[in-house]
């Protein structure tokens, strides 16, 4: 992940190599070559999301493909690096934002036995019953049928196979625990804490959080929302359906897998749509 953006990119590399020496630890070796049981903890993946989604940023400036932004979103941990992006803190402090976030939540999974899944081509209505008869809650609203549920083990476990019985298609994901869930209260208020002190600027374009969907733009706001995201739930569709409002012509996915081009898609086919991952993908 993010290998070969190091190997071609001077700027991307710099990048990297600034993670190491802000993080403590060699984020770029764990990045290239894995394992993948340690790139997947969750104090360890957020900052390489993080990382590799400025280090695409940079590598695009620096061959000149990048057009003029107007705005920018991403989903749960992405928001962080969608306001590095736009100005709202630099590098180094947005690294040091996510890493507190990471281990925040990484101690919230310890603490709690939560998981999460996926409930496909159910309305909003339908799931939030669902939510409600087992005492779980709705956390990435991804797009049209797309809704992730979260909460207790035990509690989606029994959610997972009421559903599977009542003919609803239902995935459990292979996640650490139950974000944006109840069960990250402990993280929200040490992360609540942690950002009280650091400063935040107003973003140069627009960015949206989350937890409305809206732009945010007051950098008071944008504390409360990135505090507010990790127990709330991510409202994904509503903020690609905002951009497009406000006048996105064109949705690119700064990162890894294409799920993000995927979801856009899936939301609303006539949209045009990039995923960029490596270096090689620059090249257009």
């Known amino acids: ?29 764990v990045s290239f070559e894995g394992p993948d049981s340690e790139l997947t ?16 940023l940079a590598a695009l400036k620096e061959r000149g493909h990048l057009p003029p932004i107007d ?4 989903l749960s941990l992405g928001e962080i690096t969608a306001c ?12 040091r934002i996510v890493a507190e976030r990471g281990r925040l939540m990484q101690g919230a999974c310890d603490q709690s036995a939560g998981s999460m899944a996926a409930v496909i081509g159910e309305s909003r209505d339908a799931v939030s019953g669902l939510c409600l008869e087992f005492g779980v809650e709705a956390a990435n609203f991804n797009g049209p049928g797309q809704v992730i549920i979260s909460g207790e083990t035990p509690r989606i476990a029994a959610a997972v196979a009421a559903a599977g019985g009542r003919g609803i298609r239902v995935k459990q994901l292979n996640v650490a625990g139950a974000y944006h869930s109840r069960l ?13 002190d650091i400063p935040f600027a107003a973003p140069r374009f627009r960015i949206f959080t989350n937890t409305t969907g809206r732009a945010v733009c007051d950098p008071a706001e944008i504390r409360t929302a990135l505090v507010r995201q990790v127990v709330s739930p991510v409202l994904w569709e509503d903020c690609m359906r905002s ?23 899936r939301t609303e086919r006539s949209w045009k749509v990039r995923s960029l991952a490596e270096y090689e993908d620059l090249a257009a």
Do not use: N
């Open 41 to 56: 903890l969750t104090r360890v993946c957020q900052p390489a999301l993080f990382v590799h989604g400025l280090a695409l």
């Open 84 to 95: 590095a992006a736009a100005g709202v803190f630099d590098f180094p402090t947005g690294l």
């Open 184 to 196: 990250m209260e402990p993280a929200r208020a040490a992360f609540e804490a942690f950002l009280r």
């Open 243 to 265: 951009a497009a409002a406000a006048g996105a012509t064109e949705f690119w996915e700064l990162g890894p897998g294409g799920v993000l081009a995927g979801l856009a898609r």
């Open 71 to 74: 705005m920018a979103l991403g």
């Open 1 to 29: 992940m993010g290998r070969s953006l190091s190997e071609s990119s001077e700027a991307a590399r710099a990048l990297y190599s600034e993670a190491g020496r802000v993080l403590g630890w060699d984020l770029a070796k």
